[in-house]
């Protein structure tokens, strides 16, 4: 038993460094995680919302945008208010989420089957590339493999036990997980019908659930019902365009996370039966495995994974520091290095930790002043963007480098 405690603590200690490793220079600061710290973080200082996050690549033919559910927003908040707005420990909270289900896999999955069992899980799970991968960046998808396990959980001791709280339990976290993404819809539908399937009171079981699946969607139901139920028409909308052509979208795998968990304990499943006929096997499958995974491309142990190899947090807070030292007025911004040109990763340091706010989104053309992140060699001549061809013509000026590859620059008419 002491060597079985021992080899736990060595598991989620190796967890921790794989995540925290040179964690500052690793870390992915991308424009999915200002948009959504902006979103929260003007809850703070502005005005308190029943909108969640905007999705700046979800936009109908109608020109309506998809907004999440409010409970990750509200979620980032007290992060936001304890860290002061600081996106470092804020992400570390995300890291330390992921270990955290790891640490309620092992002790669920020992409750639910052997110990051997758990163990084997909470290694595939907690050394899973895509795992550690997401541990290192804020998202809103990053807590459905807690909810996915929960939910397994729930289910599972429901058919066991006719409690009533269960459907309930398990109709809260299917509602989470529908706040978080809408595809998950169709897995809380597949819980719903398990629900029903295992319980005697039907018509009480398919309430209690509903309920709870209500609760965390308050926020957004509000909403609708105050303006014209624009999140339905919306979704319907994308939907509709989705189907006919005219918006395509894809699944990845991260539509599944909430799967995660569950694929780690079938594996834990699997590896037990073989290791009770070949010792050896299973011992090279877990050294392959740990070896694919930590060589994989979703993980670097030295530079952001995702993002441009030297737009590193550090490098990209040093170049709203250099807009801030320019004393600039009625001025805007713009990231020539990723899809989001609107310069969203710029925006949060310059109106959270420095306290400028730049023009709106849509003011490129009445600004005075444009600076740009770019590389050192673009062509601002031809930018080929509208940010900066809606404010030409302009005069060019390189403030000063970030990094050997990209610099600030200072566009004036």
Not at 129 to 141: K, P, R
Not at 331 to 337: C, E, Q, R
Request: some cysteine; glycine content about 6%; hydrophobic content about 50%.
């Amino acid at each position: 038993m002491k060597f079985k405690g021992l080899l736990v603590v060595v598991i989620f200690l190796l967890a921790l460094f794989v995540r925290f490793y040179n964690f500052g220079e690793r870390i992915t600061f991308g424009p999915e995680q200002a948009i959504s710290l902006i979103t929260s973080g003007r809850m703070i200082t502005e005005k308190f919302s029943l909108l969640g996050v905007e999705n700046v690549q979800r936009v109908t033919s109608t020109g309506h945008r998809i907004f999440s559910g409010v409970v990750f927003s509200y979620s980032l908040i007290p992060l936001q208010i304890l860290f002061k707005f600081d996106p470092l420990p804020i992400t570390a909270y995300f890291s330390l989420v992921n270990i955290l289900t790891g640490l309620a896999l092992y002790f669920l999955s020992r409750k639910m089957f052997k110990e051997k069992v758990a163990l084997f899980a909470t290694v595939l799970f907690l050394f899973s590339s895509q795992m550690i991968y997401h541990s290192l960046f804020i998202w809103i998808l990053n807590y459905l493999p807690l909810v996915g396990l929960l939910t397994f959980y729930f289910l599972f001791k429901l058919r066991k036990d006719q409690k009533k709280l269960y459907p309930f339990v398990l109709g809260i976290l299917s509602g989470l997980g529908l706040s978080f993404e809408y595809l998950y819809f169709f897995t809380g539908l597949i819980v719903l019908l398990i629900v029903l399937y295992y319980s005697k009171k039907k018509w009480l079981s398919f309430a209690l659930f509903t309920i709870g699946g209500v609760l965390p969607n308050l926020p957004t139901i509000v909403f609708d019902i105050r303006h014209g139920y624009y999140h339905a028409f919306t979704l319907w909308q994308y939907l509709l365009d989705v189907v006919n052509g005219v918006n395509s979208s894809s699944l990845s795998y991260y539509h599944f996370l909430q799967f995660w968990p569950l694929m780690a304990i079938a594996g834990g499943v699997f590896l037990i039966r073989l290791y009770q006929r070949q010792k050896f096997l299973t011992i090279f499958f877990i050294c392959l495995f740990l070896y694919l995974n930590l060589k994989s491309s979703f993980i670097s142990f030295n530079t952001p994974t995702g993002m441009p190899r030297e737009l590193t947090l550090a490098n990209i807070y040093s170049a709203a520091r250099i807009i801030k030292e320019d004393s600039p007025k009625d001025f805007n911004v713009a990231v020539l290095v990723d899809f989001d040109t609107r310069g969203h990763i710029l925006r949060y340091p310059l109106e959270f930790k420095y306290g400028i706010k730049p023009l709106g989104v849509i003011d490129y053309p009445i600004s005075q002043s444009l600076y740009v992140l770019a590389e050192k060699g673009y062509n601002f001549e031809e930018p080929g963007v509208w940010e900066l061809t809606s404010f030409s013509p302009y005069k060019t000026k390189k403030l000063e480098s970030i990094s050997s590859n990209y610099s600030i620059f200072k566009l004036t008419k």
